[in-house]
């Protein structure tokens, strides 16, 4: 009788690191494209806990995904892959259509509206975390919702366009 005390004095612990590192992935969609063709993925990501990184994704949906974020350049938009992204507590990260998105590469199969596919984000604390994507209409925009501020967002490993 005395182990099942200090079983749960032992666990504790373990619990409040899980809290602290938890991620919440949100509003999670993407458009309508074609098989062979590029799609793209945006969401909502918020920390509940400690700092944390997106370091890695994957799909079944595509033969690579990768981290991007879109650009101006003297009038011209363009994208560039990012390595990671800081994901600070308490401070949701939204990845929109001009700003950070998920870039699919080599499309599997198309995505057509009211589809779904999972994807799944690495973390460097908080681990894998797989999603269900809904996909909406091609050249659908942003969902009208809290979208937080990316515009403050540290890149690591990389630079802030000038």
């Given amino acids: 009788m005395r182990l099942l005390p200090a079983l749960a004095l032992m666990a504790m612990p373990l619990a409040a690191i899980a809290d602290e590192t938890s991620i919440h992935l949100d509003h999670v969609w993407s458009r309508a494209a074609l098989a062979g063709h590029e799609g793209v993925v945006y969401l909502t990501i918020t920390s509940a806990g400690t700092q944390d990184s997106l370091v890695d994704i994957t799909t079944p949906a595509s033969a690579n995904a990768e981290l991007h974020q879109s650009f101006s350049d003297h009038g011209v938009v363009r994208m560039r892959p990012v390595p990671s992204l800081q994901i600070e507590p308490g ?72």
């Fill in 91 to 162: 401070k949701p990260v939204t990845l929109t259509p001009g700003g950070y998105h998920i870039m699919l590469k080599d499309l599997k199969r198309p995505l057509k509206q009211g589809d779904s596919f999972l994807i799944t984000l690495s973390f460097a604390k908080a681990g894998r975390i797989t999603a269900t994507a809904t996909v909406e209409k091609a050249g659908a925009r942003m969902p009208d919702i809290d979208h937080g501020n990316m515009s403050n967002m540290p890149i690591q490993g990389g630079r802030r366009p000038p």
